[in-house]
């Protein structure tokens, strides 16, 4: 069985500060791995992903991810935050075989302070 | 514009009253999910759909139903709800790898 751990439900940053979400993963095999934020009243929205390549990985809106396979985590880090990046984000594993099943973490709350 | 559509948005029902959630999505994508979100738990995998008449489980099948006749369309089905099925419920989309997902706006469902 795959899973996902994010182990603070909660981050707090001040604006223009670097900030970092914590993701580690299970899943036999290969991971692909996921980030996505969601919105207050929203849908989530995909922000990058990881499936081979370049531990590093680049997305949207200044995000990018770490991908550490001896450590199984994901994390996702910001340079320099902003206020807008206040949402709820979202780490999502599968297995690099045929099922097509994703496997989400139970979220952290960013709050970027002004 | 590419997007995926619920309907309805919000909706309180009574335990035992069948309902169907719909999903739409315009963009020819072969593999579409459905999930719930509750609070600490993150999203659950309910159902997912590889292409048209093809469906498996996820995290969280118990109690409910899907099909999926048409490429576009993948509705969920409550065939008799219970209090334990009031949620967050999500559909979304990609193309066959089910790796780049986009998803709806979200269906609130209260089960009383």
């Known amino acids: 069985a795959q899973s996902v751990a994010q182990p603070e439900d909660q981050v707090n940053v001040a604006e223009g500060n670097p900030l970092t979400v914590k993701c580690t993963y299970s899943?036999?095999?290969?991971?692909?791995l996921f980030w996505y934020v969601q919105y207050p009243n929203r849908g989530l929205q995909f922000l990058l992903k990881?499936?081979?390549?370049?531990?590093l990985v680049k997305g949207s809106y200044g995000f990018e991810a770490e991908f550490n396979k001896s450590q199984t985590s994901f994390h996702l880090k910001k340079p320099s935050a902003l206020v807008s990046d206040s949402a709820l984000y979202f780490c999502?594993?599968?297995?690099?075989?045929?099922?097509?099943?994703?496997?989400f973490g139970s979220g952290t709350q960013l709050t970027v302070l002004p | 514009e590419a997007q995926v559509t619920q309907n309805p948005r919000y909706l309180i029902t009574v335990t035992g009253k069948k309902l169907t959630v719909t999903c739409s999505q315009n963009?020819?994508?072969?593999?579409m999910s459905w999930y719930r979100q509750d609070p600490g738990l993150g999203l659950r995998q309910i159902y997912y759909?590889?292409?048209?008449?093809?469906?498996d489980k996820g995290d969280v099948p118990e109690g409910y139903k899907v099909s999926r006749k048409e490429k576009r369309n993948f509705p969920l089905i409550l065939e008799s709800p219970s209090p334990n099925q009031t949620s967050l419920y999500f559909c979304?989309?990609?193309?066959?790898?089910?790796?780049?997902?986009?998803f709806g706006p979200g269906t609130r469902l209260t089960v009383l």
């Open positions: 979304a989309s990609s193309f066959y790898n089910g790796d780049t997902q986009y």
């Open positions: 899943v036999s095999g290969n991971p692909y």
């Open positions: 990881y499936i081979t390549g370049d531990n």
């Open positions: 999502a594993v599968r297995a690099s075989g045929s099922a097509r099943q994703l496997t």
């Open positions: 963009m020819n994508h072969e593999y």
């Open positions: 759909s590889m292409n048209v008449e093809v469906t």
